[in-house]
């Protein structure tokens, strides 16, 4: 389960603002308008929007329930999402974290599914729910500890009849993916990606689960939740948005109460307030449905109404928003933690209804776009800090504006804070180009060309309507509203709210004195009982559906194949949706070739053109609704040109001259190496890169490998610019390949290429590539590295045998059988049964390239003190697959259901043949997968675990605080070594 803000910043970062289109009036329309049915058939009503380009239906049944559907058939798929209006804010205030603890709870079931006995199941809860009632009123630690008992031994009394995750069983043989939910503060959102086929089991199952609340298995999955506040305590950056959140709205919610909670209320949960939270907002007339996808309009209402109309309607909940008093002054926090440093500004806003919140979404962009904003070109390209961003967050009640930046080697945060104050006051007095507005508006709708190309997006859009209860015409009535903000608007909201009004939050590197974790009870673990099924299980899982045929990709039919100038191949799909391209040039070296090639890369974005500036580049570039990137990874570089394909040609010219042309910069290579050098000291504070990168890399291929294969400070300084500018030049006098995706027929993109695409006639073969050797792992042993957490992370590796495309069937089913998701034996058993973790994972992980060795990847992120259950219980499993015919019949179902509805497509179908290409395969080895699956017995499943799991030596990766970690523990496992930063960044 995850919180809503994580989504949202991501969604930030893609620079997916689903800003919307529009209609000022609804139509009514019914759905025997276009359709023939007989006069007994309920007549569905429903609402379109004019000029709408989801051409969606709005419904609502008679219980008050909101439908959205709209169609986009690209895959036999749908995209499904439950909204409720009701999140952390609707949190009562003396038990914080109740919403987010109920979306958890939605995923148990209910009085049918889920249970092999619910009248005694029933009888043991009750009891459960009266002892917390009372456990969250006593003070004394004796008391509070027997009383603990008690409910962890009825806990096990009631865990004999609970069937656990048997609806996450149930949607995984259906195929759903990404099933999953999310809480943030005024929403909690039910989501999974279906089959077109699995429509009536989905609302089966769906309308069950989320007309009732049981409580089921309540104190196990209390402590996944621990762990997911532990893991929060763990994250500097959430706690420097909470900082924010309290400075801004200190009387709201949003400030005053965190969407996980409190440590204090987490300890003292009351299931009877979790039970008057669903009854008042898990009602109809308070939610809504979301769909897009492959779905017929008519029958899809009527098995929602059929499934769902059973909901009983409600009063609506009502909501009276706390009044901020205007903040008259910075307000200052100071925030320490492990990560580096950073500055984080914030500026409280109106809600989503004021035009004023419109205006900040345009003043997010006119600061940072990610080509031509105002911090993008003043701050970024210019490297006066080491980065820098904004975003806005925008809610019902109110919103608000967040500009961060990081500081670079010897610079203040107060110094990063004037630079991003400037800026601001640069959008107050309106000194930024009259065409950046205009462009801004073509970029979001490209943006949202290619948002609307995602069933995810589509359906989304639909949410944030619901969420923000506005009408569907209103919400895409915002897109016109949007392309009429003017400069002058511009400036006179920006002079209205930006002042001396703002908190400031900065993070320092330290330990953070106010440090504090949620504390581990005891916990008895509880039964798995993965053969047992509800009855309501059976009948779900024998409900009948139409049979759907894979379609797989055939590189030789699906893909054009011509020649350019030099004899330079070119790879063709043609978009037949919109008018947008994705064109790549991929040249088969990288760092591993020349480590100078991937310090050019990087050096291209901060030079220009013997016509242009850095800064006019990227301002010509975005004037026409494109955008270059060039990457360098270990053994390709990838040069891509992307945007509006009426433009391509100018696009074309402008990167083609960036190519030809690169003009030094000193300064700007004084600076990229300065600023490297920080990044690099930076990243010895990151707990994720030291577990995840550095230290994988150095048990796969030791204290030399393609991680610390980067140029030395020493190296650095000696580079010059024109040695860099002359890489950049060699880019396209090197062998490569062109991929094209776009709506142009392969002749005529042919032209346009041999035109301007800019080469010498004979193209030199790629330097040889220095690869690294991936050492044996021939005895376990433990490797450990100090970081001051809350928690403690763990990874298992095993090196195993090369890349087989023969056995590439067994391992993606041995995969869904043992870590498929959450009704799979790792979730299971590590985090259902034994609450041992929020986050538990096993992959047999396959390699991206042929002659490379595949890895078994175990994971457990889990308080410290209770390491070694959670290391034993990981290994248990390794050792000892468990057997449930179930599992099994589920994991081939899900296997063979995803696949058959899932479709390559568009550039996906490019992507994919490079990914073959690199494996030496020549054909789609998801066919391989599906043909082979009715063959594969739980059986061959097991044999592959004991013959190439079961007992391998493993490498052990720990991270964790040394005054935490248990170290008598860790030495059952082998001989531990203690890694240092200077021995896994290598300087």
Not at 325 to 342: F, H, R
Not at 433 to 451: E, G
Request: glycine share 4%; aromatic share 10%; net charge neutral.
């Amino acid at each position: 389960m995850t919180t809503r803000k994580g989504l949202s910043l991501f969604l930030v970062a893609l620079g997916l603002t689903f800003t919307q289109c529009k209609n000022e009036t609804y139509q009514t329309q019914s759905a025997t308008d276009t359709a023939a049915v007989a006069t007994t058939e309920k007549e569905y009503k429903y609402e379109t929007a004019p000029n709408d380009p989801l051409n969606a239906r709005i419904y609502t049944l008679d219980n008050g329930l909101k439908v959205y559907l709209t169609q986009y058939k690209d895959a036999p798929r749908i995209q499904t999402y439950i909204a409720v209006r009701a999140g952390s804010k609707n949190d009562p205030a003396d038990a914080t974290g109740l919403a987010h603890y109920l979306e958890h709870m939605a995923f148990k079931g209910s009085s049918k599914l889920g249970t092999i006995n619910w009248e005694k199941e029933q009888a043991e809860l009750a009891k459960i729910e009266a002892l917390y009632e009372q456990y969250r009123t006593q003070k004394d630690p004796a008391i509070r500890k027997k009383t603990y008992h008690q409910i962890d031994s009825i806990s096990g009394v009631a865990a004999k009849y609970a069937v656990p995750n048997e609806y996450d069983k149930l949607v995984a043989a259906m195929g759903m993916k990404n099933s999953n939910a999310s809480t943030w503060v005024e929403q909690t959102i039910y989501y999974g990606d279906i089959p077109s086929n699995q429509l009536e089991k989905w609302a089966i199952l769906e309308s069950e689960r989320l007309g009732v609340m049981i409580p089921r298995l309540f104190h196990t999955e209390l402590e996944a939740v621990y762990e997911e506040k532990n893991r929060s305590l763990d994250s500097d950056d959430n706690k420097v948005f909470e900082a924010a959140f309290a400075a801004l709205y200190p009387t709201h919610q949003y400030g005053t109460q965190t969407t996980i909670g409190t440590v204090e209320h987490l300890k003292n949960p009351s299931i009877t307030e979790i039970k008057k939270y669903f009854d008042k907002y898990y009602v109809p007339n308070n939610m809504a449905i979301a769909m897009s996808g492959d779905l017929d309009f008519e029958e899809t209402i009527k098995t929602i109404d059929k499934h769902f109309s059973r909901w009983k309607k409600a009063p609506e909940p009502a909501y009276t928003a706390p009044q901020e008093k205007p903040i008259t002054a910075p307000i200052v926090k100071e925030v320490i933690g492990p990560d580096a440093e950073s500055v984080l500004l914030a500026y409280r806003f109106p809600g989503i209804k004021s035009k004023d919140a419109l205006v900040l979404r345009m003043i997010n962009q006119i600061l940072s776009n990610g080509q031509a904003g105002l911090i993008d070109l003043n701050i970024n390209q210019k490297q006066a800090a080491l980065g820098a961003g904004s975003f806005a967050e925008i809610y019902n009640d109110y919103s608000a504006h967040f500009l961060t930046g990081n500081p670079r080697q010897g610079q203040t945060l107060d110094q990063v804070k004037n630079l991003l104050l400037q800026q601001i006051e640069l959008v107050k007095k309106g000194q930024f180009d009259d065409w950046l507005i205009p462009a801004i508006v073509n970029k979001n709708k490209i943006s949202q060309m290619k948002a609307y190309e995602s069933n995810a997006a589509r359906a989304t859009a639909f949410v944030d309507a619901f969420i923000a209860r506005q009408d569907w015409a209103d919400y895409l009535k915002q897109d016109k509203d949007f392309e009429k903000i003017t400069k002058q608007d511009v400036m006179d909201v920006a002079n209205r709210y930006y002042g001396n009004n703002y908190a400031i939050i900065y993070k320092r590197t330290g330990q953070d004195p106010t440090s504090q974790k949620v504390e581990k009870p005891a916990i008895t673990p509880v039964p798995a009982n993965r053969e047992a099924q509800s009855d309501y299980y059976k009948l779900v899982a024998a409900t009948p559906v139409s049979d759907l045929k894979p379609a797989f990709v055939d590189y030789e039919k699906d893909i054009q194949q011509g020649k350019l100038k030099s004899d330079i191949p070119v790879y063709f799909t043609q978009n037949k949706e919109n008018g947008l391209f994705n064109l790549y040039y991929i040249l088969d070296m990288g760092t591993n070739n020349d480590l100078k090639m991937g310090l050019a890369v990087n050096y291209l974005q901060y030079l220009g053109t013997d016509k242009y500036t850095a800064e006019e580049l990227q301002k010509e570039f975005f004037k026409i609704g494109c955008s270059f990137d060039v990457s360098s990874g270990q053994d390709q570089i990838y040069v891509s040109l992307s945007g509006l394909d009426e433009n391509l040609e100018k696009g074309l010219a402008l990167f083609e001259s960036l190519l030809q042309n690169p003009k030094a910069d000193k300064q700007a290579l004084d600076d990229m190496v300065a600023g490297i050098l920080k990044d690099r000291k930076d990243a010895k504070l990151n707990k994720n890169i030291i577990h995840s990168v550095a230290m994988v890399n150095y048990a796969k291929y030791g204290p030399k490998n393609p991680f610390t294969n980067i140029l030395s400070e020493q190296e650095l300084k000696k580079v010059k610019p024109a040695e860099l500018t002359a890489l950049i030049k060699s880019i396209p006098t090197y062998q490569h390949r062109v991929l094209y995706y776009g709506p142009r027929q392969l002749p005529a993109i042919t032209a346009t290429l041999n035109e301007g695409h800019i080469v010498p006639v004979a193209l030199k073969p790629v330097p040889a590539e220095k690869a690294f050797k991936e050492q044996d792992i021939s005895k376990s042993q433990v490797y450990w590295t100090n970081y001051d957490m809350v928690q403690a992370e763990l990874m298992f590796l095993t090196k195993s045998f090369n890349y087989d495309p023969k056995l590439v069937p067994t391992v993606r089913l041995y995969n869904e059988y043992f870590d498929g998701g959450m009704g799979a034996i790792v979730f299971q058993e590590l985090r259902e049964s034994r609450a041992l973790a929020y986050s538990a994972s096993s992959r047999f992980s396959s390699a991206s390239k042929k002659d490379r060795a595949n890895y078994i990847m175990s994971y457990i992120g889990t308080q410290s003190d209770k390491l070694p259950e959670a290391m034993a219980g990981m290994q248990e499993l390794l050792t000892d697959l468990p057997v449930a015919e179930t599992n099994f019949t589920n994991a081939k179902a899900s296997v063979r259901n995803s696949i058959a509805t899932e479709r390559i497509n568009k550039v996906g179908i490019l992507m994919n043949y490079e990914q073959a290409r690199k494996l030496g395969i020549n054909h789609d080895i998801r066919r391989d997968i599906y043909e082979s699956l009715d063959a594969l017995t739980l059986d061959q499943i097991k044999a592959f675990q004991q013959q190439f799991v079961k007992g391998q030596p493993q490498t052990i990766l720990v991270i964790g605080s040394k005054d935490k970690l248990n170290f008598k523990e860790l030495e059952k496992y082998g001989k531990v070594k203690q890694l240092t930063l200077k021995e896994l960044f290598g300087y």
